[in-house]
Nanobody
């Protein structure tokens, strides 16, 4: 069973909004989901996976400069879900978006590194036309 499942991607026009959701598998996370830091990354062909946003188990949030003020990450521990509300989408936001989970004590200093994440979803495509 895939530990994280993303949904909500699609084709939109510049300026539109999308809301991505990620559901964490009960088999993998059980009642421990609230202990995980959660993040969204994105990737385009030929490029490395890029940090987008993260939310600690404590609900402190982090954003990349490219999405700050436009995207909002949130979590619902009761539903084992993390969401990414994306407003004011731009063509450069086009990518496959991945959900990821990590358990690290030094997360405040490492949240933007893809290699610190223990679990990943399969991704959802977001395409923004100009």
């Amino acid at each position: 069973q895939v530990p994280l499942v993303e949904s909500g991607g699609g084709l939109v026009q510049a300026g539109d909004s999308l809301r991505l959701s990620c559901v964490a598998s009960g088999r993998t996370f059980g009642r421990t989901f609230s202990n995980y830091h959660m993040a969204w990354f994105r990737q385009t062909p030929g490029k490395e996976r890029e940090f987008v946003a993260a939310v600690k188990y404590s609900t402190i949030t982090y954003y990349s400069d490219s999405v700050k003020g436009r995207f909002t990450i949130s979590r619902d521990n009761a539903k084992n879900t993390v969401s990414l509300q994306m407003n004011g989408l731009k063509p450069e936001d086009t990518a496959v978006y991945y959900c990821a989970a990590a358990q690290r004590t030094d997360y405040s200093n490492t949240y933007y590194w893809a290699r610190v994440y223990d679990y990943w979803g399969q991704g959802t495509q977001v395409t923004v036309s100009s």
